[in-house]
């Protein structure tokens, strides 16, 4: 494997306007995510911005960042636009995509979805549901996962807003960060918009209504992610 990191940015959060530029305890929010995925030690890193300065910020911090059209749907079709920039030779044959409003995710769970990868299409990570409340919460996407042996890694069998799997055992909170092989990233941005994808209002189950396999390693925690003022509270006393 020969991966690169990209980190997809835009300012227009309507939760949190212009969040990848928000201080943590004096950096940027994208610039803090760079430097964990920097510290992964697994490639290359750099930023897919929709801004010209989210651009100047990572710049600014020693980074690499590409400008990408404002107008992408979606954080897979971004990435999948700076990789054409930053590598139009195809050296790189992993891609992995992670969120830029997680500023304190652990380097070990970067690690993690890059070793999932082999021999499936794209790898995510879970962690196991601990906050009764989350369980029927719609914001909480799970996933079903069928499990190996080990009960660390296994092959994703959907995800969902809804409480499911039903009955006794765990639930798993999925972690949106993904690894995917070049030519499963170049597939996906070409599919059109899948029925449930479209019904749940979530990208991955495009790929798995299109027969693509992912493959899902387990944590042990959900990641901090920042989407509200409350959040940035949290990450800056995280962080400080």
Known sequence: MNPILLIPARMASQRLPGKPLADIAGRPMIVRVWERAMAAGLGPV??????PEIVQAVTKAGGKAVLTDPNLASGSDRIFAA?????PEGR??????????LPALAVDDIRA????????????LVAE???PAERDNPSVVKAVVAWGPDGKKGRALYFTRATAPTGDGPLFHHVGIYAFTRAALTRFVGL????????EKLEQLRALEAHMSIAVARVDRV???VDTPAD???ANRLLK
């Open 129 to 131: 549901i601990t906050d």
């Open 232 to 234: 940035l509270e949290r």
């Open 46 to 51: 750099a930023v897919a911005a929709a801004e």
């Open 192 to 199: 059109a918009p899948s029925p449930l994808e479209k019904r």
């Open 113 to 124: 979805v890059a070793a999932a990868l082999p021999g499936a299409d794209i790898a995510t």
């Open 83 to 87: 990789l054409g920039q930053v590598d």
């Open 223 to 225: 990641p901090l992610s």
């Open 92 to 101: 790189h044959d992993v891609v992995i995509n992670l969120q830029g409003d």
